[in-house]
């Protein structure tokens, strides 16, 4: 919100306006102003900031009625609906943001929101507890602003922005939890939180650790996952529009890869091509096998020259305002499939294509995986580099180990805890991503050694079947070809 003010004015609000936020009376509108007003240029106005792009501060980005990009205030309060209407009565949901990871003592990695506390509260920073329960609805917690600190990092969302901002309940600062979450914990039946995000803050509370002893605290993650599982239309947009931000980064880095073959370079261009499209990260940090790097699944050096006749391997996505893309091609630099790369390589366009049919409600991924490796066995062993040993899976294992694929959103391996045997519905997005990883001492024949091809797409089951988010970037070998050439 802009708020214009004359100079002579500033001076009489500071000391006469009052604010009340969950009880909580504000003497001054010094603190407020501090806390939630931006000094622009023009010493005439003063706009709200919230520390994460607005609908005030970034209308290029987030419209009106939005909390976060493409996601409205309306959807925020059905998703906390919901999550509660999966749990008990007189339950209590205590959430954390993610902390601050330090890369040295002074420099911090970028951060990154913990998707759970992002999809249900909207806030975009570090510092914060959310709690959640039937009678109060959201209560949160929300760091103290501190001039000595912003003036290095900036401003940071208060009590006024998780009112005004991120549409809580209640809101009180961090510096009450000691004061009122033991109260919370005690009246609660059931203690709902993330083992993994536990923060001191609240597990060292007496009342935690009552409610700990007398069995009272169970896992969150289970029933977030339930929640966030099935896209929303707002979601599906923005899982669409992450898939295309990397689809069209890669189609640009291999191009690039024809004059500079190098993974380093690859790596860099690949990035680069998203964050000009509007990513705010990648997804993870990019895999750029060439030749026999192609073969180690997760491979991160990316620091070799990708030899003439090779092939690389790029596994890449990217995140846009919380929703990730996952997408992996493999590909000649410099244009032509030998022999040997092309029989492999058909092999697992072949399986890729017979399992996106499978794709379709009801269906579910471990199905999905049984029916690739049927197809990919069969395949080795016409191919002479699986052979009828006593343990076969052993041997299939050692040319592909990993899974068909993995449900996709907010995180990479997105809702962990839902089963594969679970029957995909609409809504659900997941990739499809089958493989062959043989290193150079492998025992297979010569001519296959040292090659790793991977083929993944991302892909939204719908009413109908499905729909390949990532269908833009070329796989079959004459399009590739034709692209390069």
């Not at 009106?64 to 996601?71: N, Q, W």
Request: aromatic share 8%; hydrophobic share 35%; proline share 5%.
């Amino acid at each position: 919100m802009a708020i214009t003010l004359r100079r002579d004015a500033i001076k009489v609000l500071m000391n006469q306006i009052k604010y009340y936020v969950a009880g909580e009376c504000f003497q001054s509108l010094g603190p407020v102003l501090h806390d939630t007003l931006r000094y622009s240029s023009n010493a005439t106005q003063y706009i709200f900031d919230a520390g994460q792009p607005t609908s005030e501060t970034h209308p290029q980005v987030v419209a009106a009625g939005e909390i976060t990009p493409g996601i409205t205030e309306q959807e925020f309060i059905r998703r906390r609906k919901k999550l509660l209407e999966l749990l008990p009565e007189k339950s209590l949901i205590i959430m954390t943001s993610a902390p601050v990871k330090m890369m040295t003592d002074v420099v911090p990695y970028p951060f990154r929101q913990d998707a759970d506390y992002l999809y249900f509260t909207g806030c975009q920073q570090p510092g914060g507890i959310a709690v959640l329960n039937h009678e109060f609805g959201l209560c949160m917690f929300m760091p103290d602003s501190k001039p000595e600190e912003e003036i290095w990092t900036g401003q940071v969302a208060g009590t006024y922005a998780a009112l005004n901002t991120f549409k809580a309940d209640q809101t009180f600062s961090i510096s009450k939890v000691n004061e009122l979450l033991p109260d919370m914990i005690r009246k609660a039946h059931r203690l709902y939180h993330n083992h993994s995000m536990a923060s001191s803050r609240y597990v060292d509370l007496p009342a935690f650790k009552n409610a700990l002893n007398e069995s009272k605290v169970h896992d969150l993650c289970r029933y977030t996952h339930e929640a966030r599982w099935i896209k929303s239309q707002s979601e599906i947009n923005m899982m669409r529009l992450s898939a295309a931000v990397t689809s069209q980064a890669l189609l640009q880095t291999m191009l690039v890869s024809k004059a500079h073959p190098h993974e380093h370079i690859l790596a860099a261009t690949m990035e680069y091509e998203c964050k000009i499209r509007g990513a705010q990260r990648m997804a993870f940090h990019p895999v750029v096998g060439g030749g026999a790097n192609g073969s180690v699944i997760h491979y991160s050096r990316n620091d070799q020259q990708i030899k003439e006749g090779e092939m690389v391997l790029m596994d890449v996505g990217c995140e846009i305002y919380g929703y990730v893309s996952d997408l992996t091609r493999t590909w000649p630099p410099c244009g032509s499939f030998s022999p040997a790369q092309q029989e492999l390589y058909e092999l697992i366009l072949e399986t890729s294509n017979e399992c996106l049919k499978l794709c379709k409600p009801g269906a579910s991924l471990h199905q999905i995986h049984t029916h690739s490796v049927q197809i990919l066995s069969k395949g080795f062993k016409e191919l002479g580099i699986l052979k009828n040993t006593m343990n076969l899976s052993r041997s299939y294992r050692n040319l592909n180990p990993t899974s068909i694929g993995h449900y996709l959103g907010m995180d990479v391996h997105d809702c962990s805890s839902v089963s594969g045997d679970r029957p995909l519905q609409p809504g659900v997005v997941i990739t499809i991503e089958p493989g062959v990883y043989i290193p150079e001492n492998s025992s297979v024949p010569e001519r296959f050694r040292g090659i790793g091809i991977r083929i993944e797409d991302e892909v939204l089951i719908t009413d109908s079947g499905h729909e390949v988010l990532t269908a833009s970037v070329p796989k079959e070998i004459k399009h590739i070809q034709s692209l390069l050439r």
